[in-house]
């Protein structure tokens, strides 16, 4: 009808997402806190110290680790440093995955898949001292060291390939929840398809033996030191009294 008005067009429809991991079914792990400003006393302390322990050299021919001012790295608190959970974990086939958190009940801060075997770096840790150093090259921009896409892979010296950055999927998320009671520890996990899947972690016991093809993980208290904007180190803190093996990952850019 001439002079009538034509009806609004309906409102465009709301942008697509996928769903948060905080939202995940069955997942109650929390965000992390935001990151501070470090004060002009830490960052003083950290330039100081990053003189003595916090320049990994690694080269096309070798690779070589600076040496850590504790021969034994014990429950204690390293002076400067942040402490943080640390978990790897993995099908003893397949690549293994790093998981760092704030806490155990926090989504990761960072997630790593490396291109080293799962059975292969528990043969590692077997064997006792474990370095592990992560290599990338600095980039014009101001990208955050955790937020650096892809590494270069060192243990114990030798290039083991890479290790990519990439967002936690749903079956990480799920050994996450599984293990959010748990603050210390090693075993093996029941997987996302059996009976027995219970969401209480202290029913995975870290006495549980190893074989191929079941989903391992190894959970300890690290401590966060970072050096510069381009180094960080990761020293994995064992329990008083324990024999267990020690291992500390190295983050640097050159």
């Not at 114990?156 to 293990?179: A, F, H, I, W």
């Not at 870290?206 to 191929?212: G, N």
Request: glycine letters at 8%.
């Amino acid at each position: 009808m001439a002079g009538s008005r034509k009806p609004p067009p309906p409102p465009p429809p709301p942008p697509s997402s996928s769903p948060s991991p905080s939202r995940s079914p069955g997942v109650s792990l929390q965000p992390s806190s935001p990151r501070k400003n470090p004060s002009k006393s830490t960052k003083i302390f950290r330039r100081v110290r990053s003189v003595f322990r916090s320049f990994p050299i690694i080269t096309p021919a070798a690779c070589k680790f600076p040496v850590s001012l504790h021969n034994h790295h014990d429950n204690h608190h390293i002076p400067g440093g942040t402490r943080m959970t640390g978990t790897l974990f993995g099908y003893r086939k397949t690549r293994i995955n790093l998981a760092i958190q704030e806490n155990p009940r926090c989504l990761p801060v960072l997630l790593l898949e490396l291109s080293m075997p799962t059975g292969k770096l528990l043969q590692e840790m077997g064997l006792g001292l474990v370095r592990i150093a992560m290599e990338c090259e600095k980039r014009s921009g101001k990208t955050k060291l955790v937020d650096e896409p892809i590494w270069t892979m060192y243990c114990n010296g030798r290039k083991m390939g890479y290790g990519v950055k990439r967002e936690p999927t749903d079956d990480d998320l799920y050994v996450m929840q599984l293990l959010h009671a748990i603050s210390m520890g090693a075993g093996v996990l029941p997987t996302a398809g059996d009976n027995n899947t219970s969401d209480n972690a202290t029913a995975v016991t870290a006495t549980t033996p190893s074989t191929d093809g079941e989903l391992t993980y190894m959970r300890a208290h690290f401590e966060r030191v970072i050096g510069s904007k381009d180094s960080e180190t990761y020293y994995m803190m064992n329990p008083d009294g324990s024999s267990g093996p020690e291992l500390s990952i190295f983050f640097v850019r050159v």
